[in-house]
């Protein structure tokens, strides 16, 4: 069965304070890991899809990379926009699905 | 505007009625689905659609009725509706290898 968990729950930073948000995955056989994010009252929104181990993605503050057991969501310098929570979710070969973790919620205080 | 509507975005409904919650999606993708999002549960698949008039469940599917005659609508319907099914409730469509684009989601309260 396919399991995904975030960490941490919550996390709060200063303005241009970077870290990193944790995403651990088992998977049988990797299509595809996804990074969204969603603000209060909204649907999640795509940022990035990640494939294999060794990829990064980049966009603007953000930068995703991937290993074969987890994913990481670095965010550099951040700024009160991108407080929100991050999703992270998993499609396994011959799947449409995806399986989503709990998710961080990020919070940057300015 | 091309993208994907949920209607309504609130609704407050009695235990025992029926809902249908509705969804729509100008992109023309194949697949549409179903989620729910509580607290400590994080997004559950209720139901996901390959194409038209073609359906399966997904890890929730207990209570609750899709249909998809057009490739552009999937509707969700709660025949009966319980307590348990107090939710938000999002759509999302993609193309087959694509990533999942999601509605603003439908606030449902059951009292």
């Known amino acids: 069965e396919d399991q995904v968990t975030q960490s941490p729950e919550a996390l709060r930073l200063q303005e241009g304070e970077s870290s990193s948000l944790n995403c651990s995955y088992t998977?049988?056989?990797?299509?595809?890991l996804f990074w969204y994010r969603q603000d209060p009252g909204k649907g999640p929104e795509f940022l990035f899809t990640?494939?294999?181990a060794g990829e990064e993605k980049e966009k603007e503050r953000l930068k995703a990379t991937l290993t074969k057991k987890e994913s990481f969501l670095h965010i550099t310098a951040p700024k009160p926009e991108d407080s929100a929570t991050y999703l992270c979710?998993?499609?396994?070969?011959?799947?449409?699905?995806?399986?989503f973790g709990q998710g961080t919620r990020l919070t940057i205080n300015p | 505007d091309a993208g994907i509507t949920q209607s309504p975005r609130y609704k407050i409904t009695e235990t025992g009625r029926q809902v249908t919650l509705m969804c729509h999606q100008t992109?023309?993708?194949?697949?549409m689905f179903w989620y729910r999002q509580d607290l400590g549960h994080g997004l559950r698949l209720i139901y996901y659609?390959?194409?038209?008039?073609?359906?399966d469940k997904g890890e929730v599917p207990d209570g609750y009725v899709v249909s998809r005659s057009k490739t552009e609508n999937f509707p969700l319907t709660l025949e009966s509706a319980t307590r348990s099914q107090t939710s938000v409730y999002f759509c999302?469509?993609?193309?087959?290898?694509?990533?999942?684009?999601f509605g603003d989601g439908t606030r449902l309260s059951i009292l």
């Open positions: 999302a469509s993609s193309e087959s290898e694509g990533s999942q684009h």
């Open positions: 998977v049988s056989g990797l299509r595809g």
């Open positions: 990640l494939y294999s």
């Open positions: 979710a998993v499609r396994h070969q011959g799947a449409q699905k995806l399986v």
């Open positions: 992109w023309s993708h194949s697949y």
């Open positions: 659609s390959a194409a038209a008039d073609i359906t």
